[in-house]
């Protein structure tokens, strides 16, 4: 995400990116109520009349307390997980919370431990209250004692990708050069090549 922005930056210098970071719950990051005018989502979210460029796809891991029977595998399936109770959020969007807790009993709202923060969720995941889908790379941005990250063969991928209001780019030049900026860096990455630097 840092990439996309910098490659931004290089470009147009003469344009502030300001970057804002939203509660877990914010799953729309602004988008949905005018606060931003680009964000970067988790997807799979309830698109209406957004639309999206992914920019990276990953495996995900759950996250479990390290001293639960599971911690010690390498390698687990989401049927390993049924039956546990879930971490989540209060996001709204269903198609969100199937895609975060997808082995959780909705018929039993009380299965679920809801939190606000990553700290919470993680801490939840130390005291024991149940187990959590993350990104890959959560096992090494926030790596804690007590927290076990276990490879969830089975689980569809986290995808990032940067996401805008479908008229957006016709109101507003600066949102489309954003876009097309991005496009031309996700080219770039998947042909292996690296951005050329700025002039000047």
């Not at 995900?60 to 399936?77: G, K, N, Y």
């Not at 049927?79 to 546990?84: K, M, N, P, V």
Request: aromatic share 6%; charged share 20%.
């Amino acid at each position: 995400t840092r990439a996309v922005v910098d490659a931004f930056r290089a470009e147009r210098p003469d344009i502030a990116v300001k970057l804002r970071h939203y509660p877990m719950a914010a799953t729309h990051a602004g988008l949905d109520v005018g606060d931003v005018d680009l964000a970067v989502l988790r997807l799979p979210i309830v698109l209406s009349d957004l639309q999206t460029l992914t920019l990276y796809a990953e495996p995900r891991v759950a996250l479990l307390p390290s001293d639960h029977a599971l911690a010690c595998q390498t390698r687990i399936h989401l049927a390993d997980l049924a039956g546990l109770p879930w971490i989540t959020t209060a996001a709204q969007d269903p198609v969100w919370q199937a895609h975060a807790q997808p082995t959780a009993q909705r018929d039993k709202p009380d299965a679920s431990v809801v939190v606000e923060t990553l700290d919470e969720f993680l801490e939840a995941v130390t005291a024991g209250r149940g187990v959590g889908l993350a990104p890959a790379s959560a096992s090494r941005l926030y790596a804690r004692p007590g927290v076990a990250f276990i490879e969830v063969a089975d689980a569809e991928p986290s995808v990032g990708a940067l996401a805008w209001r479908r008229e957006a780019p016709d109101a507003n030049p600066t949102v489309a050069e954003f876009i097309r900026s991005a496009r031309l860096f996700v080219h770039r990455q998947r042909r292996g090549q690296r951005p050329k630097p700025a002039a000047g």
